[in-house]
T-cell receptor, first 115, second 109 residues
Framework: EPEVTQTPSHQVTQMGQEVILRCVPI?????FYWYRQILGQKVEFLVS????????KSEIFDDQFSVERPDGSNFTLKIRSTKLEDSAMYFC?????????????FGQGTRLTVV | GENVEQHPSTLSVQEGDSAVIKCTYS??????FPWYKQELGKGPQLIID?????GEKKDQRIAVTLNKTAKHFSLHITETQPEDSAVYFC????????FGAGTRLTVKP
């Protein structure tokens, strides 16, 4: 069964360092997403991506964040200068098409710990 | 953008009882309402969804109802089992998915 895969499963980084979280969406999916979940809290939308550009982003997704699809399979989230409050679980998701009637498939997440 | 409110934040039931989780949304253009289940250490997984042209949908022990006039929709789980214990998130979409705050359901054996 096709699945969204995320690497690494856990990343520890020093405050101020850059991190790149990687995702391999399901191969025939066209829409890609990043979400963040601070421990015990809600799943927060960060950004959606389609046709090699950002479709929508939330207020959390500031200039410190960027996304890229560097090749035909990977979808990455970069945080330029990490802060303590960036510590969270980051989920990648993909779907065949946007919105109605289209299930979003989530990866297992990357736990980012900023120390 | 869409604002989704979800209640309750925690819910504890005895095995075999029913559980109901409610969500309200703000954007009248929303036309797709999925429910996701998140088990410990995993990403959310779709369990049921409903489109705006339908008032109710059922899949075995799970059902979702939608009231477009009142802008609310609910998840109903009947004959709950311990494996139903998880965090449940609702979402509403005119566009990208924005989740509610989540409900932690505990089913006691």
């Amino acid at each position: 069964e096709p699945e969204v895969t995320q690497t690494p499963s856990h990343q520890v980084t020093q405050m101020g360092q850059e991190v790149i979280l990687r995702c391999v969406p399901i191969s025939n999916h066209l829409y890609f997403y990043w979400y963040r979940q601070i421990l015990g809290q809600k799943v927060e939308f960060l950004v959606s991506f389609y046709n090699n550009e950002i479709s929508e982003k939330s207020e959390i997704f500031d200039d410190q964040f960027s996304v890229e699809r560097p090749d035909g399979s990977n979808f990455t989230l970069k945080i330029r200068s990490t802060k303590l409050e960036d510590s969270a679980m980051y989920f990648c998701a993909s779907r065949v098409r946007a919105a109605v009637y289209s299930e979003a498939f989530f990866g297992q997440g990357t736990r980012l710990t900023v120390v | 953008g869409e604002n989704v409110e979800q209640h309750p934040s925690t819910l504890s039931v005895q095995e075999g009882d029913s559980a109901v989780i409610k969500c309200t949304y703000s954007d009248s253009a929303s036309n797709y309402f999925p429910w996701y289940k998140q088990e410990l250490g995993k990403g959310p997984q779709l369990i049921i969804d409903i489109r705006s042209n339908v008032g109710e949908k059922k899949d075995q022990r799970i059902a979702v109802t939608l009231n477009k006039t009142a802008k609310h929709f609910s998840l109903h789980i009947t004959e709950t089992q311990p494996e139903d214990s998880a965090v449940y998130f609702c979402a509403a979409e005119p566009n990208d998915m924005r989740f509610g705050a989540g409900t932690r359901l505990t089913v006691k054996p």
